[in-house]
T-cell receptor
């Protein structure tokens, strides 16, 4: 069964203090790994898709990387508006399933 | 592109009542998904449609839950005889056939009293 574990559960940063969020996964065959941002009371907002080990994608202060066992979301010089829960999900190829399997998320708080 | 929409945004119901939620996907997306999210957890998959065909259902989808997507456009999720454990955020997502990214709506928050 596909599994995703995210760490840490919560992270507090000062504005400008760079850090990384971790997503460890086990999947029978990886179709894609996805990062989402979720604000309180809202639906997840799509950020990135990564398909194969070694792939990297960037968007503003965020950079996502992928290895065969884990993915990192690097946040460079974060701002208070980056405060949110960041969710990692995988989609496996076994059985042709289309479902995303999510981790519990990392709640990021950036203090001014 | 107006995004995925869901209605209602909030629903409070008494235990034992039936509730129905609606999801309108992004117009050109032929795939539609339902997930459930409880506090402190990531979304959990419930079911998935390609056009009007329901292709996959999770074991979380008990007999009290039913989903439809008539004509391959909007979808409804009905919960019969609601229980307190059904209280959660119900999320809908949609995607294009050849792309894997799923785009989520704002969710419907269900509270069963």
């Amino acid at each position: 069964e596909d599994q995703v574990t995210q760490s840490p559960e919560a992270l507090r940063l000062q504005e400008g203090e760079s850090s990384s969020l971790n997503c460890s996964y086990t999947v029978s065959g990886l179709r894609g790994l996805f990062w989402y941002r979720q604000d309180p009371g809202k639906g997840p907002e799509f950020l990135f898709t990564l398909y194969s080990a070694g792939e990297e994608k960037e968007k503003e202060r965020l950079k996502a990387t992928l290895t065969k066992k884990e993915s990192f979301l690097h946040i460079t010089a974060p701002k208070p508006e980056d405060s949110a829960t960041y969710l990692c999900a995988v989609q496996g190829i076994q059985g042709g399933s289309e479902k995303l399997v999510f981790g519990k998320g990392t709640k990021l708080t950036v203090n001014p | 592109d107006t995004g995925v929409s869901q209605n209602p945004r909030h629903k409070i119901t008494k235990r034992g009542q039936n509730v129905t939620f609606r999801c309108d996907p992004i117009s050109e997306h032929n795939r539609l998904y339902w997930y459930r999210q409880t506090l402190g957890q990531g979304p959990e998959f419930l079911t998935y449609f390609q056009n009007e065909a329901q292709l996959e259902k999770s074991r979380l989808l008990s007999d009290r839950f039913s989903a439809e997507r008539p004509k391959g456009s909007f979808s409804t999720l009905e919960i019969q005889r609601t229980e307190q454990g059904d209280s959660a955020m119900y999320l809908c997502a949609s995607s294009l056939a050849d792309l894997y990214e799923q785009y989520f709506g704002p969710g419907t928050r269900l509270t069963v009293t």
